[in-house]
């Protein structure tokens, strides 16, 4: 058993008065009064502290001659990984179902109420099954169009049962018309330019909307051939010297990345992407947050794997600061830009 002295100020303690699952599988507790153990989300009355010891391992509690707990089953799956398991069936039905799939026809197959089961799936997913479900069809619809189907078809295929469903929200999934995306961009405006900071060479892209594109990189050459395979019909202006007041704000914020960067945004994505997107702006410069904490932030505390994936599509260098995302232990994870400029942005935003 590996007890603290004094086990009311265990971070794992806490855990155990919290009954929080994401322990599970971290450690294991047992209570000396009653002689069993059990996993950190158990439901049974909290222990006194001073009664509580914890483990490392099934086995370790049981040779400390602990039994496991028979309402929690310490060593049986853990309902959070059995509630993951069932979410993740129900997402494969919403992706194979011909027509957007009612919400108690969900709950029923997940064997739960609409009321728990629609709170079960946002905490896991990050969105609501009906938002999953749109999500998914517009996928389908990305992926049917860059394939060479027709837009009516490309829609109909996905699921929407009607253009003008899908064209309500069509600028902020493919961030033009689908005929525009089918063509690759054609007839979409986008002025560019790119300079030089102390990080590399640094691209901005804007369409009519606003900023849609902040790259950085070593070649300047490859940056373009990325904005140009983002949108290859589409009008690139790299001539326009009205732009250049543009890059030399974002090239400010480079320098200075705390100061904040007052430009309209035009960013294109899902709505859970747009959710997180929104709250990396949010953290303040100077300060980090790891993914689970992210995820806390949304409202989504399970959905940790989609938020990382959010980050790591976020095409808006420093405007949209994902590299303000540190692991757990506060080390440093990936970035799209390259982690040793992640390095440098978070040092200047300290000692800014």
Not at 165 to 173: K, L, V
Request: hydrophobic letters at 40%; glycine letters at 10%; one cysteine or more.
């Amino acid at each position: 058993m590996n007890a603290l002295p004094n086990t009311s100020t265990d971070p794992r303690y806490d855990a155990v008065v919290r009954r929080d699952a994401a322990f599970d599988g971290q450690f294991w507790f047992s209570v000396a009064t009653t002689g069993v153990y059990c996993r950190p989300s158990c439901g049974a009355r909290t222990p006194k502290p001073q009664n509580v010891g914890f483990h490392l391992s099934c086995d370790d509690a049981e040779d400390a001659g602990f039994r496991a707990c028979k309402r929690c089953h310490p060593r049986g799956e853990s309902p959070k990984a059995k509630m993951a398991a069932v979410i993740a069936e129900v997402c494969r039905f919403i992706e194979t179902a011909e027509v957007e799939p009612r919400l108690e026809e969900l709950a029923e197959r997940a064997g739960l109420s609409a009321y728990h089961f629609h709170r079960q799936f946002k905490a896991a997913t990050g969105v609501t099954p009906k938002a999953y479900a749109a999500a998914h069809r517009a996928r389908k619809v990305r992926e049917g169009l860059s394939g060479g189907e027709t837009v009516t078809n490309a829609l109909y295929d996905a699921g929407f049962g009607s253009n003008g469903r899908f064209y309500e929200t069509s600028n902020a999934i493919l961030g033009m018309t689908p005929k525009q995306f089918k063509a690759g961009g054609k007839d979409a405006d986008i002025r560019f330019a790119i300079g030089q900071s102390r990080l590399g060479a640094v691209l901005v892209a804007e369409s009519g909307k606003g900023i849609v594109a902040i790259s950085l990189g070593d070649d300047p050459d490859a940056l373009v051939r990325e904005l140009q395979d983002r949108f290859p019909q589409a009008r690139l202006t790299g001539d326009d010297p009205k732009f250049d007041a543009r890059v030399a704000q974002v090239i400010g914020l480079v320098e200075a990345p705390g100061t904040g960067l007052d430009l309209p945004l035009d960013i294109r994505g899902t709505a859970f992407q747009q959710r997180v997107w929104q709250a990396l702006r949010a953290i303040p410069a100077g300060k980090t947050l790891s993914y689970a904490q992210l995820a806390e932030a949304i409202g989504s505390p399970a959905a940790v794997r989609a938020v990382a994936g959010a980050c790591a599509a976020n095409t808006l260098a420093i405007a949209v600061p994902c590299h303000r995302i540190v692991r757990t232990d506060g080390s440093l994870s990936g970035y799209r830009w390259g982690v040793e400029r992640k390095r440098d942005l978070l040092q200047r935003e300290r000692v800014a």
